[in-house]
């Protein structure tokens, strides 16, 4: 049978002896050095967190920027859009307004044309090709021809020389036994601001 004493027995404790002066320096070194490592892990520590912390900032300020940037593409888009519509709708009123200030143009020419015809002098077409207008008709003498080209010289809406280009007498006869002249003639319209 095996025994146990459960009465503790006093022992004597180690008296400590009182450290000596090498002993001593060795405690405090020892204890300057775990100083030493325990702050200098707190500062590795909070180095890290610090940085960390930056880390996620920086992370947070490229989303915002990733965010702004994918904002401003749309605006420019936008703007593009815009300036695209502007510039047809700028190309629209050109045009209108191109037109409107050339509306005047072939009644102020046919109005000239009427002015100049003497009588006995009848036009069958008048066309225009740019600023060349080429007039065809009958007369019945080659005087009015002749006044028919003076007249369209001296109003000013053509440049000189109106010149006659064809000119022949009809083989057709009218009713009263009269001769017709058929005749072609080229005028160049004269734009303001050209000089003759």
Do not use: H
């Not at 030493?36 to 890290?48: A, N, P």
């Not at 593409?73 to 050109?94: C, K, S």
């Not at 003497?118 to 008048?126: A, G, I």
């Not at 080659?142 to 053509?158: M, Q, W």
Request: proline share 3%; net charge positive; glycine share 10%.
């Amino acid at each position: 049978m095996i025994r146990i004493n459960l009465l503790a027995v006093e022992r004597e404790r180690a008296k400590r002896r009182p450290a000596t002066g090498l002993q001593a320096a060795q405690q405090k070194i020892t204890l300057a050095c775990s100083l030493i490592l325990v702050l200098t892990g707190l500062g590795v520590g909070w180095w890290y967190w610090s940085l960390d912390k930056l880390s996620d900032r920086i992370e947070e300020d490229i989303i915002t920027s990733q965010r702004e940037t994918e904002r401003l593409r749309t605006l420019i888009q936008q703007v593009q859009q815009f300036e695209a519509r502007r510039a047809q709708l700028q190309q629209r009123v050109g045009l209108i307004e191109e037109l409107r200030r050339g509306q005047g143009g072939p009644v102020r020419l046919l109005d000239e044309i009427s002015r100049s015809l003497p009588e006995m002098l009848w036009l069958t077409d008048v066309k225009q090709a740019g600023n060349e207008l080429t007039i065809g008709g009958r007369c019945t003498t080659l005087t009015a021809l002749s006044d028919f080209v003076g007249n369209l010289e001296l109003g000013g809406f053509f440049k000189k020389p109106v010149e006659i280009l064809d000119s022949q007498v009809d083989q057709t006869r009218t009713p009263g036994g009269v001769d017709l002249i058929r005749f072609s003639i080229k005028a160049v319209i004269d734009t303001p601001g050209s000089g003759q």
